[in-house]
């Protein structure tokens, strides 16, 4: 199976900031790549799909880039609302799997 | 409104039995994969199965293979996971996923539902 590795596993942040969370694919999955934000006791929500496309509804402070085996997720300025849980998930095989979570805190 | 929603869910004993089920509504459910994913208390996101639209392929982690099986009632708009021989480490809490799109044939997962919290104890 495909693993996924997120870094790092927590940040510290202010309102305002710009944060970047990095995934490591195991091996190539092209651009198949998604990331969820998750608050406690909340379902995971999609925020991008294929490495860069942002799902509709998504402000626009959120960016997904790379291809290959590197991933990043960028919030240009972070927010209050943003404080949360982050997850990429690779979807090159029916088996996907997800990284461990990127716990995003007020610093 | 797309929408998911589990039920099912509760305490059983190791060893034990249990099947959780997925109400989908707002879509055609028929034309689409559906997954289940499940979160143990304070840890991340597992995949735990794949079903496809027809019921026809489906795969399992290992983590469940041949303990749990994936099924889906298309005339019911329903998904299925049943859950044998549970162990502690199968509590969690488990959401229905749907795949994001009939186009391709691998997928995001998008909507989820709500969850359904399942604890193996005795």
């Known amino acids: 199976d495909i693993q996924m590795t997120q870094s790092p596993s927590t940040l510290s942040a202010s309102v305002g900031d710009r944060v970047t969370i990095t995934c490591r694919a195991s091996?190539?999955?092209?651009?198949?790549l998604a990331w969820y934000q998750q608050k406690p006791g909340k379902a995971p929500k999609l925020l991008i799909y294929?490495?860069?496309s942002l799902e509709s509804g998504v402000p626009s402070r959120f960016s997904g880039s790379g291809s290959g085996t590197e991933f990043t997720l960028t919030i240009s300025s972070l927010q209050p609302d943003d404080f949360a849980t982050y997850y990429c998930?690779?979807?090159?095989?029916?088996?996907?799997?997800f990284g461990q979570g990127t716990k995003v805190e007020i610093k | 409104e797309v929408q998911l929603v589990e039920s099912g869910g509760g305490l059983v004993q190791p060893g034990g039995s249990l099947r959780v089920s997925c109400a989908a509504s707002?879509?055609?459910?028929?034309?689409?994969?559906m997954n289940w994913v499940r979160q143990a208390p304070g840890k991340g996101l597992e995949w735990v199965s794949y079903?496809?639209?027809?019921?026809?392929?489906?795969y399992y982690a290992d983590s469940v293979k041949g303990r749990f099986t994936i099924s889906r009632d298309n005339a019911k708009n329903s998904l299925y996971l049943q859950m044998n021989s549970l162990r502690a480490e199968d509590t969690a809490v488990y959401y229905c996923?749907?795949?994001?799109?009939?186009?391709?044939?691998?997928?995001?997962?998008?909507?989820w539902g709500q969850g359904t919290l399942v604890t193996v104890s005795s």
């Open positions: 998930q690779q979807y090159n095989s029916y088996t996907r799997t």
């Open positions: 707002g879509f055609t459910f028929s034309s689409y994969e």
């Open positions: 996923a749907r795949d994001g799109s009939t186009v391709t044939t691998f997928n995001w997962f998008d909507p």
């Open positions: 294929k490495a860069s």
């Open positions: 079903i496809s639209s027809s019921g026809t392929t489906i």
């Open positions: 091996q190539s999955i092209s651009s198949w």
